[in-house]
């Protein structure tokens, strides 16, 4: 990693901006911000800035364009595919964090909107919004670090999709610094608005090329008062589809959450925790919850489609939560095993999404390819199946090293890429293109769907500082 020295002249100008504890460029000041949770991706930068207002904000992104900086806006650093790290250290960049713009400006419980700076914890929305009995149901394994402008940014999905959307679903307003440090304040408090062009929903899923977003509003829920909780065992994933479909039936529009888990990967949560042991034995587990703030008896509505789905031999195995205290213990099988992932160190990551039907195809596929043109390596399946979404991730045998393990997972990754463009799924359900999908992700859009986002984007940042290296393979290739 080099990390490239910052001029005197534009370390002063930077300074002034946004005082001296704004600005870090040591080694030690910047060393947090330049590498990722994951401790795949590391960069470099020559200088980390940290406006503390959004005029800050504003004043930072004009300096850096007279000075001719490209700027990388940064949230909590938990995406995984190098869209906030400038893994390309030839580049002059900066990195903006929001790190400091982290205040909750309103609750409205009664209009069951909240709208909170950028640099808010996810976590703490989530908190702000039951500290009014609402949920705010963004839900992930990052929340305690990732923010909601990444959130925005990287349009995050999570464990709760199938009930209440993405990112995209849940936000109502945005509040943008344009890469020329103008302010766009989308802030509205409306549920609809059909005036024209919706402009929130270019900067979402955006990935921080077209601006630094400061603001976020989002739509709130009535907090669920009721939440039950299973982990089932099936035979397969076909069994688990299966579940899925007459569960969406049997249990009406209370389903939450449904999570499926191949029993492979226990050993993963294991290497985060040893003490944890699977509720159930079988090759495939699956967490299913339900949730209503309505007074419906969900536990029996639970228990008689479970009954059903266990005469039939769908279900083999089941064990209900007697507490909310024991789906926790569930869950944190769930979220250890993508801890114990990152523990066993590099290993092929993927965030596939295919029609829900062609799961199992995709699975199976997938497992036979590893098994056949890389013995020895691990395939894990697991992922939020009521939305088509799969974490097929392959770990390396214990005894390959990298750099090597790296250079045999890239061609991993572009058989699973194979896979799921044949079944006509896409290569990121959630994680987006960053710095290291670019090339492939910009090698299969038509030559239509490259002129309008290479128009947008020359449209609203025409000198590409902003985020450069990300999303799009390089500057010249947006034309
Ligand atoms: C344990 C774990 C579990 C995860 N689970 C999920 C999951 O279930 N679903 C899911 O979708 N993702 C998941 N992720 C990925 C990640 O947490 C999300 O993508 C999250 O939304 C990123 O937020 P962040 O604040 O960390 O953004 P960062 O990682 O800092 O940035 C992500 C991207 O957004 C841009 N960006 C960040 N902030 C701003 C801003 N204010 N303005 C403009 N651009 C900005 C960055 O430039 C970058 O391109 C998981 C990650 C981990 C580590």
Not at 16 to 39: F, I, K, P
Not at 230 to 256: K, M, N, P, V
Request: aromatic share 6%; with cysteine; hydrophobic share 45%.
């Amino acid at each position: 990693m080099t990390i490239h020295g910052i001029s005197p002249d534009v370390l002063a100008a930077l300074e002034r901006v946004l005082g001296q504890s704004g600005v870090a460029a040591d080694a030690a000041g910047m060393a947090r911000y330049l590498g990722d949770w994951s401790g795949d991706h590391h960069g470099g930068a020559l200088a980390v800035l940290k406006p503390a207002s959004v005029a800050e904000v504003q004043a930072a992104v004009r300096l850096c364009g007279t000075l001719g900086l490209a700027m990388i806006p940064q949230g909590g650093n938990t995406g995984l595919v190098a869209g906030a790290i400038d893994i390309d250290t030839s580049r002059s960049a900066v990195v903006i964090s929001l790190e400091r713009l982290n205040k909750i400006r309103l609750v409205d419980a009664d209009n069951l909107i909240l709208q909170a700076d950028a640099g808010c914890i996810l976590q703490h929305i989530k908190d702000a919004a039951e500290s009014q009995d609402c949920l705010f149901p963004l839900a992930l394994g990052a929340q305690g670090s990732c923010q909601i402008g990444g959130n925005a940014a990287s349009n995050a999905g999570g464990v709760n999709v199938l009930r209440y959307g993405m990112a995209r679903d849940l936000i109502v307003g945005l509040e943008v610094v344009l890469p020329d440090g103008e302010l766009w304040s989308g802030f509205s408090g409306l549920r609809k608005d059909n005036r024209g062009y919706d402009l929130k929903q270019i900067f979402i899923g955006s990935e921080g090329t077209l601006g630094i977003i400061t603001g976020v509003e989002v739509k709130l829920f009535p907090k669920p008062g009721r939440v039950e909780t299973a982990y089932l065992g099936l035979a397969s994933f076909e069994a688990a589809i299966t579940l899925f479909r007459q569960a969406r039936r049997g249990c009406s529009d209370l389903i939450s959450a449904f999570e499926i888990i191949g029993s492979e990967c226990m050993e993963l949560a294991r290497l985060v925790d040893p003490n944890i042991v699977a509720p159930v034995t079988a090759p495939v587990h699956v967490l299913i919850e339900l949730s209503s703030s309505a007074a419906i008896d969900l536990r029996t509505l639970l228990v008689d489609f479970l009954a059903g789905a266990m005469e039939k031999h769908l279900v083999t195995d089941a064990v209900l939560a007697e507490s909310g205290a024991q789906a926790k213990v569930f869950w944190t099988i769930r979220e250890g095993l993508v801890e114990g992932q990152a523990k066993r160190g590099y290993h092929v990551r993927t965030d596939l999404s295919v029609r829900i039907s062609d799961i199992p195809t995709l699975i199976a596929q997938a497992r036979q390819f590893v098994a056949l043109e890389h013995p020895g390596w691990f395939p894990q399946a697991y992922g939020h199946a009521g939305d088509g979404n799969i974490h097929f991730n392959v770990l390396p045998p214990l005894d390959l090293a990298e750099p090597e393990s790296r250079a045999r997972g890239t061609e991993i990754t572009a058989g699973l890429y194979d896979i799921v463009n044949a079944l006509g799924g896409s290569i990121s359900a959630e994680h987006g293109i960053g710095r290291t999908r670019q090339r492939v992700y910009w090698a299969g859009l038509s030559p239509v769907h490259r002129r309008l986002v290479g128009t947008l984007k020359n449209a609203i940042d025409p000198d590409g500082l902003m985020n450069p290296g990300c999303l799009f393979p390089s500057t010249e290739t947006v034309s």
